[in-house]
Nanobody
Framework: VQLQASGGGLVQPGGSLRLSCAAS???????????MTWYRQGPGKQRELVAG??????TYADSVKGRFTISRDNTKKTVYLRMNSLKPEDTAVYSC?????????WGQGTQVTVSS
């Protein structure tokens, strides 16, 4: 069972990216019932929660509200992070996590660099 994050890259300020996090080896009901979360860790910074999604709704860090959108496609066992109006301070390694009361699973990160 693993989470595979993808979609990172180099983008200019004001640009957009869409990150994907796909679960493999996980049964559908486990994915559907999991809280899916994106975290990021910038250079010299602590890891921070970016956005989360569950059956109850979504949550965002104040720094990304209005610019980032988290969504999920349960049939594909994939969670997405659409990032618009990117800023240099969004530069970080972005990682995804699946969690329920009985388990927690982290994926590897994908690098996002915002620079002109």
């Amino acid at each position: 069972v693993q989470l595979q994050a993808s979609g990172g890259g180099l983008v200019q300020p004001g640009g957009s990216l869409r990150l994907s996090c796909a679960a493999s080896g996980m049964i559908l009901s486990t994915f559907t019932s999991s809280v899916m979360t994106w975290y990021r860790q910038g250079p010299g910074k602590q890891r921070e929660l970016v956005a989360g999604i569950s059956s109850s709704g979504t949550t965002y860090a104040d720094s990304v509200k209005g610019r980032f959108t988290i969504s999920r496609d349960n049939t594909k066992k994939t969670v997405y992070l659409r990032m618009n109006s990117l800023k240099p301070e969004d530069t970080a390694v972005y990682s995804c996590k699946a969690a329920r009361r009985d388990f927690e699973l982290w994926g590897q990160g994908t690098q996002v660099t915002v620079s002109s």
